[in-house]
């Protein structure tokens, strides 16, 4: 059965034949500076929300984890969206607020344990209560499997308010139940001090000793312009930008005091409509009118000059656009920094003056926020998109969406970005990225970026470049010259990793067991001539100096490190007749090295202490390194 991208590709064939030309036909010219600017990529734009269990009873499988370790996930928000609004941290609990408000068990203590025990290098991100209410009992949860049993296996409409004492279903199963439960014999009083006091019961003197270094970022509850529809049982009118602020001020206040290095991460708003308008359109002060995210930008500097603490770390955002087109899906993500892109669901933005203009189609969102902090903070903060997804099904748009994403926000140094929806493509996309680009983002060009982009990484030794090439092309192929200037390259083949033509079921299971392609690109006077596929991710990977280069052969070795995560012993093949064996910290340093004279060689790393590692196999003076973890 063909792929939908394997027709896409066969019908842009037979329009070639018949007469039609590329609207590719011109060749894109990428340049790189091995000496251009330089600045950090924050490791936990790899992120990615829900992946591990907080139910004993439903623990992570196997497989799960190896998705996770071996994709080189850096950074999970772990808080369950709305469900972490009402958590009571005491009594592992929560109330489920799509489904009757019913209370539902939930151990963040026990998924916390398992992340850092398999995981030791990840940063778990969870979350504040703001709302003021949280779980208290099961007791008085309605009987929605009654129901459904005793109504012809129909479930009841999720949306009515029947937990707790005193709840009436509507039989007619509309969305407002006969007479709401009683939310006070379910939920008890939450207030800012009861909140924060998880970090005394995770990381105190008298705590359960998890590793606060490995949680350092804390959302300030999740989606507040919506929760009259997600927490209507006590919150029944939009919540007021000020009452909103005075909640997030008072519990960041109260986490500062108790941790002043925290990341508080805010207001983790809904999605585009809400970003600037908000439940109420804005915020009008006397005369003069604010987008709801420039009034909380506003007050929170304020509040800041005031008490001498700063109360917002990371501003983060979520968005999930409706249904777009496939070359539509693709330019996505130009909305966040793109003062030139004309976004065509930009609905939210017609409302900044306080008022419906069609005119106004450029978000620039992040942009937009910059200078509103600058004006209100005098400088600028961390920005981070904690959830987000899109309607495609298809594993080559969503791969290119997703790839194309995360470029821009190393690219604009964002901090953190952790997708909700997970499709197919993302974990291929996120491997090739997090498995192999370098620390630090290099400035690149492209002449068409809106269809080639480039994105560059180095090492802090500028000696090892990571060349990454998205083509938003969703028919044809694009050629492209890759010119390089003021960084040391002999004349050869260097090894390339392609995600292209992906199928429509999940094809990552593993570092070594996943779609990437192995080809060769070859340089010859720094200048690389190459086709890349439609809607495809190619990644180069170059070496400076002297004898480096990496032939199509040894690119294609049948050298295999095996399990990549392990607490004792790594297993090696495809060594031919020996080589030489090494364990390299992320630091650089040699800790084990083994020579050895067979095929198959086995390595005990069980001294080492836990975390992320290099084995590096040397093979006839070529090394290929692949990363470990000891666990």
């Not at 009987?143 to 707790?164: C, E, M, P, S, T």
């Not at 969305?175 to 001090?193: C, F, I, R």
């Not at 003062?339 to 003056?353: D, F, L, V, W």
């Not at 086709?531 to 050298?559: C, D, F, M, Q, W």
Request: charged share 20%; hydrophobic share 35%; aromatic share 12%.
């Amino acid at each position: 059965m063909k792929t939908n991208q394997s027709i896409k590709s066969l019908l842009a064939a037979i329009a070639l034949s018949i007469g039609f030309t590329s609207t590719n036909a011109a060749t894109i010219t990428l340049t790189i500076n091995g000496e251009g600017e330089t600045h950090k990529v924050s490791p936990y734009v790899y992120g990615k929300n829900n992946s591990t269990s907080d139910e004993p009873s439903k623990a992570t499988t196997e497989a799960e984890w190896t998705q996770i370790i071996e994709s080189g996930v850096t950074f999970l928000r772990e808080n369950s969206g709305n469900n972490s609004t009402k958590y009571n941290y005491s009594r592992h609990l929560s109330s489920h607020p799509d489904w009757y408000n019913n209370v539902e068990p939930h151990d963040w203590d026990y998924e916390l344990q398992s992340i850092q025990e398999r995981l030791p290098n990840v940063q778990a991100m969870y979350g504040f209560q703001l709302l003021g209410h949280v779980a208290s009992t099961e007791e008085n949860n309605f009987d929605d499997w009654g129901w459904y049993i005793d109504h012809n296996k129909q479930w009841l409409n999720r949306a009515q308010n029947v937990a707790g004492i005193g709840g009436v279903a509507n039989p007619d199963n509309g969305k407002t139940a006969l007479v709401e439960g009683d939310p006070n014999s379910y939920l008890m009083p939450w207030p800012a001090d009861s909140t924060v006091g998880i970090l005394d019961h995770w990381f105190g003197e008298t705590g359960l000793g998890f590793d606060r270094s490995k949680v350092l970022y804390w959302a300030m509850d999740n989606e507040p312009e919506i929760w009259s529809g997600t927490h209507d049982d006590v919150q029944k009118e939009p919540v007021s930008a000020d009452e909103f602020i005075d909640k997030y001020i008072a519990v960041a206040k109260a986490a500062k005091n108790k941790w002043p290095d925290i990341k508080l991460v805010g207001p983790i708003t809904c999605n585009e409509w809400q970003w600037y308008a908000g439940s109420d359109y804005g915020v009008t002060v006397g005369e003069e009118f604010y987008p709801w995210i420039e009034y909380f930008i506003k007050r929170i500097g304020e509040e800041e000059a005031r008490c001498g603490v700063k109360l917002l770390d990371v501003f983060a955002i979520h968005y999930y656009p409706s249904k777009l087109k496939d070359a539509e899906v693709i330019q996505c993500h130009r909305l966040f920094f793109d003062e030139t892109y004309n976004y065509p669901q930009a609905n939210g933005i017609k409302m900044i003056t306080g008022k419906w203009n069609n005119n106004n189609t450029k978000e620039y969102v992040f942009k937009r926020c910059q200078e509103w902090m600058m004006k209100y903070m005098g400088e600028t903060r961390g920005f981070g998109m904690t959830e987000c997804g899109i309607e495609s099904s298809d594993a080559n748009i969503c791969s290119i969406w997703y790839g194309s994403t995360i470029g821009e926000f190393m690219k604009e140094k964002v901090e953190i970005f952790s997708p909700w929806t997970w499709k197919n493509g993302m974990w291929e996309t996120l491997h090739l990225f997090a498995r192999y680009n370098q620390p630090y983002y290099l400035s690149s060009q492209s002449s068409n970026d809106s269809l080639v982009s480039i994105h560059t990484t180095i090492n802090e030794t500028k000696d090892s470049l990571t060349v990454l090439l998205i083509n938003r092309s969703i028919s044809e192929a694009t050629e492209i010259e890759i010119n390089l200037s003021n960084f040391e390259l002999r004349d050869g083949d260097y090894m390339t990793l392609e995600l292209s033509d992906l199928p429509d079921e999940e094809t990552f299971v593993s570092h070594t067991d996943n779609a990437l392609k192995t080809k060769a690109t070859s340089f010859n006077n720094r200048t690389a001539k190459l086709s890349l596929p439609p809607l495809s991710t190619t990644t180069i990977l170059l070496k400076a100096g002297k004898g480096t280069n990496i032939s199509p052969e040894r690119a294609v070795s049948e050298v295999k490190v095996f399990p990549t995560s392990t607490q004792n012993r790594l297993h090696l093949s495809g060594l031919g007749n020996g080589g030489t064996i090494q364990i390299i910290s992320m630091e650089g340093k040699s800790l084990i090295t083994q020579e050895c004279t067979q095929d198959k060689a086995t390595l005990n790393i069980e001294q080492l202490p836990n975390g992320y590692y290099l084995c590096a196999i040397t093979l006839s003076n070529i090394t290929k390194t692949i990363p470990i973890i000891k666990y």
